[in-house]
């Protein structure tokens, strides 16, 4: 089992930057992460993919936040970030972080998730 912890979401003006943290924690025996990142899900939107990164260090994007988001990790490996920068309207949602292995990963299971951080960003 893993506990996901987000924070870091709030109310931020446009053009302004957030910084999203979420830690994944093994509750009893070890879980072998091999990919962390974050979705958002906006209302009446599907849930789409916002940024993740993988243990060996490959990142992938969404097309609407290249450029302006950055996905990082700190040397605790179950810890990522995601840095929001120029922040727009549309960016307004709730951000899931999720975390699978690599069994999960290949046979694109869910993994786990947390229970979301939500982001305004007013204009």
């Known amino acids: 089992q893993v506990e996901i912890v987000e924070s870091g979401g709030g109310l931020v003006q446009t053009g302004g930057s957030l910084r999203l943290s979420c830690a994944a924690v093994?509750?009893?025996?070890?879980?072998?992460?091999?990919?962390m990142g974050w979705y958002r899900q906006a209302p009446g939107k599907q849930r789409e993919l916002v940024a993740v990164?993988?243990?060996?260090?490959?990142?992938n994007y969404g097309d609407s936040v290249k450029g302006r988001f950055t996905i990082s990790r700190s040397n605790a490996k179950n810890l990522v970030y995601l840095q929001m920068n120029s922040l727009k309207s549309e960016d307004t949602a709730v951000y899931y972080c999720n975390a699978r292995n690599v069994y999960q990963h290949n046979r694109d299971l869910p993994g786990y998730w947390g229970s979301g951080t939500l982001v305004t960003v007013s204009s």
């Open positions: 093994a509750v009893g025996r070890n879980f072998d992460i091999y990919i």
């Open positions: 990164l993988s243990s060996d260090e490959n990142t």
